[in-house]
């Protein structure tokens, strides 16, 4: 994990995406599996903790997710 923040292009649902939300506390469904601590955007393979910058919004994996975190990019 670090606190380092990759800049990402818009979401290609074209492409291997992990679900992104604005938070866990809600009906959020996460699945455990042996990929549970990798998160994907457009094809890309991040880890849990990683955090990415889409358009001034800043996102972080967590298990399998991606979280949007409260401060932007």
Not at 26 to 38: A, F
Not at 56 to 69: P, S, T
Request: proline fraction near 1%; hydrophobic fraction near 30%.
């Amino acid at each position: 994990m670090t606190d380092e923040i990759t800049k990402v292009d818009p979401m290609d649902e074209a492409k291997n995406n992990s679900q992104a939300v604005d938070s866990l506390s809600g009906e959020t469904t996460i699945i455990l599996g042996e990929e549970k601590s990798k998160c994907f955007w457009n094809d890309a393979e991040f880890n849990e903790g990683d955090k990415i910058c889409d358009q001034g919004v800043a996102y972080e994996c967590h298990m399998g997710i991606w979280v949007k975190r409260d401060e932007a990019c």
